[in-house]
């Protein structure tokens, strides 16, 4: 039963985000929906595995994940914009949640204002930002090639668990995630490789990919800060005496379980394309 929940978890979670970016191009609605629930949902998990003696009021709470939208559509709106008066305007979301978060502190006497602001700001760092720089990947390149990113995160998941699995013998950080192998990371990678030889191979066209060197380089910045993505935030998970984010998705855990991988495979493949890929800004 437990392995039905958490395969029928795992195809909703990916038909959602398959979905958002293969419709992008035409419309725009479901892709803000489905990314600005993965960071609502992400930063409600943050603030309840944060909690201590000082919780945040739900004032606070909704502050945060509204600024978590906000940065995602400043993002959208500023690397979308086709005018000049658009992207004047695409700061104004995450202006509006700095001037509201931090007046809002100024009524909250009881509570340390260093540490409430550092819970409100490290959520937005650590999920909305990455999720935002997205929208720079999609402008840069294509809609399906932020699709080719995603699958690699989950090739190098399902290669690292089953290899890991079943031959994992040499811990890789066993301070921060006692499980996690070498002969895992080996095998996430190894199925991240030849997912990108398969897919410029025989779906090089439908991703709209620049060629096989790129697909591969593609591969490697993934599973080497998928792996990254993980350990921090099991580092997170261990800090405050968690085991799982949250319950949301049944079998995996929380949203952020799921895209703890993608929160540091964002800003690198980012990197990536902007410093190694060539001509990917003309």
């Known amino acids: 039963m437990n392995l039905i929940k958490r395969i029928f978890s795992g195809v909703i979670y990916i038909a959602l985000i398959v979905s958002a970016i293969m419709l992008l191009d035409n419309s725009p609605v479901m892709y803000l929906l489905v990314f600005s ?45 086709t005018n000049l008066q658009p992207r004047m305007l695409w700061i104004l979301p995450m202006a509006v949640y700095l001037l509201l978060r931090t007046i809002v502190q100024l009524y909250r006497p009881r509570q340390n204002a260093v540490h409430s602001l550092e819970r409100s700001f490290f959520s937005l760092g650590y999920i909305a930002l990455p999720v935002s720089l997205l929208n720079c990947i999609v402008s840069l390149s294509a809609p399906r090639l932020l699709l080719g990113v995603f699958m690699f995160i989950w090739l190098y998941d399902t290669g690292a668990y089953c290899v890991g699995m079943l031959v994992g013998r040499h811990r890789l950080f066993e301070r921060i995630s006692p499980k996690k192998s070498w002969e895992g990371v080996l095998g996430g990678v190894l199925a991240c490789v030849a997912g990108a030889y398969v897919t410029h191979t025989w779906f090089d066209e439908f991703f709209q990919s620049p060629g096989m060197e790129v697909w591969l380089g593609l591969s490697v910045a993934v599973a080497v800060f998928a792996t990254f993505g993980d350990l921090v935030e099991s580092l997170i998970k261990r800090t405050v005496g968690v085991k799982d984010s949250g319950s949301i998705l049944p079998g995996h855990g929380g949203i952020l379980d799921r895209i703890d991988s993608l929160l540091l495979v964002a800003p690198a493949v980012l990197i990536y394309l902007l410093l190694v890929v060539p001509n990917i800004t003309q």
């Open 37 to 81: 629930l993965l960071i609502v949902l992400g930063i409600g998990e943050m603030i309840s595995m944060a909690k201590d003696d000082a919780t945040q009021s739900w004032l606070v709470n909704v502050i945060d994940m509204l600024g978590g939208i906000g940065v995602f559509v400043s993002f959208y709106l500023h690397y979308s914009a």
